[in-house]
C-alpha cells in the first residue's frame, strides 16, 4: 500500500520560510496570493496488505518521527 | 567526576566539550551513538553539531539512535544531563526536555558572542554563578528560536525552570535583544526535576581566556562541586 503525507506547521505557530515564499510571489506581481505556509511531503509504501493495520502502522510513523506534534499538523492520503 | 560525552554522526562539538570537561577535572569517555551501554557517568553531555546533517528536523534521527534509550534509562534515575546547541535539540526530540527549537526568526545561522543572563542560580549546573549574572557566551545555529505550549511557559516560570534568557550587556531581556525569536528570550531550561539543562549557547567555547573568556567555567565547576 502506498500513502502520502503531507506536514505542516500548526496554524499558530510562525513560519519564516513560507513567508518569505509568500512575500516573493507578491513581489513577482502575484496580487491575488493571499497566503503562503510550507511544508513536508513523504511517500510512503509499506507491505501490510490489511489496510486497517497498514493505516495505523503510518499513523505511527507520523506521530513517533515523522511529525514534531508541538508545532506540527499532519494528513494521510492513501495513493 | 565521570563525564561521557555521546557523538553522533555530523556532531562537531564533541572535541571541545571533551577538552572543556578535562580541563575542569572530569574523567572524560567518548560514547558512539551505537553503543548500547553507557559507561559509570554522573554526567551526561550531548554535544554540538549537525547530527544526521539535520535530516527530518535538527536532533530527530539522533533523538532516536540506540544509546538514546540509555540516556533516558540515566536521566530517570537522576544523573545529569547536558545538551548544548544540537544537543539541546535532540534531548526535546527525546522528550526528555519539553519544547522544541524553531528555525531563527530572522531565516540566518546566527554565529556571535551573545549576552546571557543567569535567571535561576540554584540548580547543580548554575550555583557557582550569581542570579542575574549576564555571561557572554557564544551562539552558533540556524534553529535556536525555543517555541513551547502555553502551559509547558506558565510550568518553566512558575516553577523556575527557565537556566538562562538572552539579553543585552546590561541585562535587559526584549525583542532588541532576542538573536532569534526565543519564546520569552529563553536561552536554555532544565525538566522539572532540574537534573536535565538544554541550553543553545556553548559553554565549552568560553573557557580560555586566550581564545574567548572563562564565563562557561563555572557552569562546570558548579557541576563537579555540586
Not at chain 2, 554522526?9 to 580541563?23: Q, Y
Not at chain 2, 532569534?180 to 556553548?202: D, Q, S, V
Amino acid at each position: 500500500m502506498k500513502y502520502s503525507i503531507t506536514v505542516t506547521l500548526k496554524k499558530d505557530v510562525l513560519d519564516p520560510q513560507g513567508k518569505v515564499v509568500e512575500n516573493t510571489l507578491k513581489n513577482m506581481g502575484l496580487n491575488s496570493l493571499k497566503s503562503v505556509r510550507q511544508g513536508k511531503y513523504f511517500e510512503i509504501e509499506v507491505e501490510e496488505k490489511n489496510e486497517e493495520v497498514a493505516d495505523k502502522e503510518v499513523t505511527q510513523m507520523c506521530e513517533k518521527l515523522l511529525v514534531n506534534l508541538i508545532i506540527e499538523d499532519y494528513k494521510i492520503n492513501k495513493i | 567526576m565521570n563525564s561521557s560525552v555521546i557523538v553522533f554522526p555530523g556532531s562537531n562539538c564533541d572535541r571541545d566539550i571533551a577538552v572543556a570537561l578535562e580541563k575542569m577535572q572530569f574523567k572524560n569517555k567518548m560514547v558512539w551513538h551505537k553503543d548500547t551501554t553507557l559507561p559509570k557517568s554522573d554526567l551526561i553531555v550531548i554535544p554540538g553539531g549537525f547530527s544526521y546533517g539535520d535530516y527530518l528536523r535538527s536532533g530527530a534521527i539522533a533523538g532516536k539512535s540506540l544509546i538514546v534509550n540509555e540516556i533516558i534509562k540515566a536521566a530517570n534515575s537522576g544523573c545529569l544531563i547536558l545538551g548544548i546547541c544540537n544537543g539541546f535539540q535532540i534531548l526535546t526530540e527525546t522528550g526528555l526536555l519539553k519544547g522544541t527549537l524553531l528555525r531563527n526568526k530572522n531565516l540566518k545561522f546566527i554565529n556571535k558572542d551573545v549576552n546571557i543572563k543567569v535567571i535561576n542560580n540554584k540548580t547543580k549546573f548554575t550555583s557557582k554563578y550569581n542570579l542575574n549574572q549576564i555571561l557572554k557566551i557564544n551562539v552558533a545555529h540556524n534553529e535556536g528560536n525555543y517555541f513551547t505550549k502555553e502551559s509547558h511557559l506558565e510550568e518553566l516560570n512558575k516553577e523556575n525552570l527557565i537556566a538562562f534568557k538572552y539579553c543585552d550587556e546590561k541585562g535587559v531581556v526584549n525583542d532588541l535583544s532576542n538573536p532569534n525569536g526565543a519564546l520569552e528570550n529563553i536561552a536554555g531550561i532544565f525538566n522539572a526535576k532540574k537534573n536535565i539543562l538544554g541550553m543553545m549557547p556553548h559553554p565549552e567555547r568560553m573557557v580560555d581566556e586566550m581564545i574567548s573568556n572563562t564565563d562557561g567555567v563555572n557552569l562546570f565547576s558548579s557541576l563537579i562541586n555540586k
